[in-house]
Nanobody
Framework: QVNLIETGGGSVQPGGSLRLSCAIA????????VGWVRQAPGKEREEVAA?????????YYVASVTGRFTLSLDNAETTLYLQMNSLKPEDTAMYYCAVDSVCRWAGDRWDFPRMRYWGQGAQVTVSS
């Protein structure tokens, strides 16, 4: 059984930083697609960042977070992180981690709805 447990959400002022963690248990595929998705109140889910461990490419980021957010994975590939700097009110959302054995793409966009395993979500609120 695959379990993803997220921690690290909270409230922060604009310009502040937070780091989300996602503990991955029970997923034993040799390669992993790992990523983060967020959903703001009243809005559709949107991709934030994704990375495929079986390739040579660097992580993918949606334009709105490029240069501010960093996705990383520990050496054991059991904990996924999202470091969020220079946070803005529009970053307020529930953040979900996701994992699968491959990353699927719809054109140049990460096809995250097809990810099989999801965390429970962590709330991030950016407000003064």
């Amino acid at each position: 059984q695959v379990n993803l447990i997220e921690t690290g959400g909270g409230s922060v002022q604009p310009g502040g930083s937070l780091r989300l963690s996602c503990a991955i248990a029970g997923f034993t595929a040799r390669t992993k697609c790992v990523g983060w998705v967020r959903q703001a109140p009243g809005k559709e889910r949107e991709e934030v960042a994704a990375h495929f461990t079986g390739g040579l490419s660097t992580p993918y980021y949606v334009a709105s977070v490029t240069g501010r957010f960093t996705l990383s994975l520990d050496n054991a590939e059991t904990t996924l992180y999202l470091q969020m700097n220079s946070l803005k009110p529009e970053d307020t959302a529930m953040y979900y981690c996701a994992v699968d054995s491959v990353c699927r793409w719809a054109g140049d966009r990460w096809d995250f709805p097809r990810m099989r395993y999801w965390g429970q979500g962590a709330q991030v609120t950016v407000s003064s």
